[in-house]
């Protein structure tokens, strides 16, 4: 069949074509390649966003500026300590979760379904809902700096007690942490997508050990992200309904600190490794690809990439070294973190054996992924060192530790993507980037950053976010040395974007579909740029070893109109709006006390953000009710809607079970806070213990009413479901219905058994103030109320397709009924560990 044929089918093409690529079609998009770009080059604005806040930094150190305030020279306020400190703060949080991590997840978001051969993500409009949370999250984070009091202030470590309303009493505190929750949200969805993406989208034959690396770097980074990525949230969540009600989810005389410091580094040391391996998968396939050689030991790094994920999660204690924890962990967490240094050895010999022989000319790529590897030793050098117990007490929290992180993130992360954007930037755009202007950018950037950074180590006794500093100590030197090296390394993205700009104008225009002659899957199979539906026809693996890959001549891809959505925009939005008018309304409270004009201002905003989320949600469910959504899979497999596994059970359950661990991440606040609660009495009185009480038996019964009518609810759902493979609609309609009743009792249930803890001063709502235990208990309660209404929604709307729209009953009903009942049984899980921790223990 002709070329012509298959991409023009009924004369179509060309018409869905301009719908592709119209503003609308960028704006209401839920195609991966835009999806991806836009995390791309968002992620590169927040780039330059994080960079200048660096440089203001540099400056800042660059003069010791207490002498300059001694001979009167000026008052040597460029930065203050508040300024400095937000700056620190704000840079460190862009730089790792609005840079790093989404530029990672833009290149896996654009190139996996075009590498395993799939149309699209499994869950195209849940994809665009991953990218409006990322960056109406990031445009959150900086609107601190425009707040009452500015921004966060804390260090991006964030850590407790000096993170609570007591010592941060800033606006700007409270939309940061609102802004790691949603982009938290949005991570756990992009880590959905690309696992069940890359486990049930490949091409038919498409085993996973033959994946290229950087699928397999993306997968595990996913997989970790998904881990991880729910605690964080959780704790932020936290952090924020702690701060808006002054509830004592972290208080100081339980342990709350150090509390704070576990659960972080739980999240914050793999996320480390989850910005370290995109870039290097990154650099494998294209060193692979412009040496015309495969990767080196290519299952051994594969293995490699997931010791270092696995790993990565137990290691985080060593950064508890110096808060006096049993001495046994610090060994066992000594050697864990050495250990770890194996598999990273075994990333960077691969690397330098794959570059080792090959038919390369130093392209741009090839320059980039040499900067990288040395930055990988001396990184890895540095961080071994880190892990002895003896060498931390010393370098602990100085500048030393610094350098050592900054060469793994800028060094290896930033500059394996980097080389990454130019290797796939004739398949983003079309044309060839300038080899000149590239080579120029690296000569001014591998100096750049060992000019900026490798003074630092010199800097060991110079404890880190230090806004000044006196003379005399010899921390001059190297300070103006680095903030040379961080203006030099600035420059070299200025000539970068400069060589972008010019090249989609004037770079010379791909006359071959693969001008690498690369094999990274089926990448390459497609023109440049892609069309908007992938590849002409169907991809399949083959050949007498099931490796060659291939297209299929005889089955042409049919072309459908493109899939756009305005819900994900408008729930993100909501959200936006309603965080936004909640922090008006606290700007007519004390302590700001602007008036009480805010508050009804603020409550407006609110119930603005409300209705515009509630139109985009309750307008996600009318558009499935009507299937106006993709009626083809974005696989070329056909595969039955109920057959184990299937793309939406697994996606879901995965989904699910992230919510599972946001939950966990809860209860393990409360088993901390009851461990450290060591007296029936609070000290120096006689009143009870606020972390020790018990549930009065009123609200107890209906607590367990609850708990049963929930049970029966996902009963009856999976009676339900029962009934619609069955193809019997009477029978799931009525079970569907009665499921909807239950779910309401147990709404109406949960709120009377609040209600009647009102009486009770020692655990009513007022106590969460002085009670972390009974405010842990009314969080977990609302979180239960907010997703049954939601779940109650959609059993409204798959009730009505059972009973209306039988041409439906099979296919997305039964799937939808599927999903609905596991809600309903991580509602029923939570609610009986809730009632066994509070009433019973």
């Known amino acids: 069949m002709s070329m012509e044929t298959s991409e023009n089918p009924n004369g179509k093409y060309e018409e869905y074509n301009r719908i592709y690529n119209s503003v609308k079609g960028w704006i209401f998009t839920t195609n991966h390649k835009q999806i991806g770009l836009l995390y791309i080059l968002t992620s590169l604005f927040f780039f330059i966003g994080g960079g200048v806040m660096a440089l203001l930094m540099r400056v800042q150190l660059a003069i010791p500026r207490y002498d300059l305030v001694k001979y009167s020279i000026f008052s040597g306020r460029f930065l203050d300590a508040l300024q400095y400190n937000q700056l620190v703060t704000i840079h460190g949080l862009t730089m790792l979760i609005w840079f790093l991590g989404p530029l990672g997840t833009g290149f896996g978001i654009y190139l996996i379904p075009l590498a395993i051969g799939s149309r699209d993500m499994i869950y195209p409009r849940m994809n665009a809902l991953g990218y409006w949370l990322f960056l109406f999250s990031g445009i959150m984070l900086w609107s601190g700096f425009f707040l009452p009091g500015g921004n966060l202030d ?200 794959t570059m080792i022989g090959g038919r390369h000319k130093f392209q741009t790529p090839i320059l980039f992924a040499l900067a990288a590897s040395t930055s990988f030793m001396i990184g890895g050098v540095s961080g071994v060192t880190q892990s002895s117990l003896a060498i931390d007490t010393i370098v602990h929290g100085d500048y030393y530790v610094v350098a050592h992180f900054h060469y793994f993130m800028v060094g290896v992360a930033v500059m394996g993507l980097m080389g990454n954007l130019y290797y796939y930037f004739p398949k983003f755009t079309g044309r060839m980037y300038s080899e000149k202007l590239g080579r120029i950018h690296w000569a001014f950037a591998y100096p750049g950053v060992n000019i900026l950074y490798f003074p630092m180590f010199f800097l060991y006794d110079l404890p880190r976010r230090v806004y000044t500093y006196q003379s005399g100590f010899g921390y001059t030197i190297f300070n103006e040395i680095a903030t040379a090296g961080a203006f030099i390394f600035g420059l070299s993205f200025l000539i970068m974007f400069a060589n972008f700009a010019w090249s989609l104008k004037y770079g010379e225009k791909l006359k071959d579909d693969n001008p690498y002659r690369a094999s990274a899957g089926f990448v390459w199979f497609t023109s440049n740029p892609p069309k908007y539906y992938n590849f002409d026809y169907e991809p399949y693996v083959g050949g007498s070893d099931m490796r060659d890959l291939l297209l299929d001549k005889s089955k042409p891809t049919k072309i459908e109109k493109p899939l756009l959505s305005s819900r994900p925009l408008l729930l993100t939005i909501g959200s936006f709006i309603g965080i936004f008018g909640a922090v008006v309304a606290l700007m007519g409270y004390p302590p700001y006390a602007f008036g009480t004009l805010y508050r009804y201002l603020g409550f407006v905003i609110i119930a603005v953000g409300i209705a515009v989320f509630a139109w985009g949600g309750l307008g996600w469910l009318y558009d499935d009710y009507k299937i106006r959504v993709p009626t083809i899979s974005p696989t070329f497999k056909d595969e039955p809607v109920m057959k184990g596994l299937n793309n939406m059970r697994l996606g879901m359950l995965m989904f699910l079970a992230g919510n599972m661990i946001f939950i966990a991440t809860m209860f393990g606040v409360v088993e901390w806070l009851k461990l450290q609660s060591v007296s029936p009495y609070v000290s120096g009185g006689y009143s009870p213990d606020p972390v020790t009480w018990f549930f009065p038996s009123t609200s107890t019964i209906y607590l367990i009413i609850s708990i049963v009518a929930i049970g029966l609810a996902a009963l009856f759902a999976w009676m339900s479901l029962r009934g619609a493979i069955s193809k019997s609609r009477t029978k799931s309609g009525t079970n569907m219905v009665i499921s909807i009743i239950l779910s309401i009792i147990f709404i109406i249930t949960t709120i009377v058994s609040l209600l009647y803890l009102g009486p009770y001063t020692s655990v009513n709502f007022s106590s969460v103030h002085n009670n972390p235990v009974s405010a842990m208990y009314y969080i977990i309660t609302f979180i239960q109320i907010a997703f049954m209404i939601g779940i109650v929604a959609v059993l409204v709307k798959y009730a009505l397709q059972v009973t209306k729209r039988d041409r439906v009953l099979w296919g997305r009903t039964a799937t939808g009924i599927d999903i609905a009942m596991w809600f309903l049984a991580m509602i029923f899980l939570t609610a009986v560990f809730t009632g066994i921790g509070y009433i019973f223990v």
């Open 154 to 353: 804390t260090g991006w470590t964030v850590y407790e007690p000096l993170s609570s309303f007591k010592f941060t009493p800033y606006l700007g505190a409270d939309t940061a942490a609102a802004a790691v929750v949603l982009r938290g949200i949005g991570t756990i969805i992009a880590s959905t997508e690309i696992l069940a993406t890359i486990f049930k989208a490949r091409a038919k034959g498409y085993r996973m050990m033959n994946l290229p690396l950087f699928v397999w770097a993306v997968f595990w980074v996913a997989a970790i992200s998904w881990f991880v990525f729910p605690e964080i949230t959780g704790l932020f969540f936290l952090l924020l309904v702690g701060n808006l009600m002054h509830a004592s989810y972290y208080i100081s005389n339980y342990g709350g600190a150090l509390m704070w410091e576990n659960l972080f580094w739980y999240f914050g040391h793999p996320e480390v490794y989850l910005l370290l391996l995109p870039g290097t998968g990154a650099m494998f396939d294209y060193l692979s690809n412009l040496n015309h050689r495969p990767p080196y030991l290519k299952k051994w790094m594969i293995a490699a990439m997931g010791a270092i994920s696995v790993d990565s999660v137990m290691v985080f204690l060593h950064h508890t070294f110096m808060t006096g924890i049993v001495f046994a962990w610090l060994m066992a967490d000594s050697i864990f973190t050495e250990t770890i240094s194996i598999p990273t050895s075994m990333l960077i010999v691969g690397l330098i054996a």
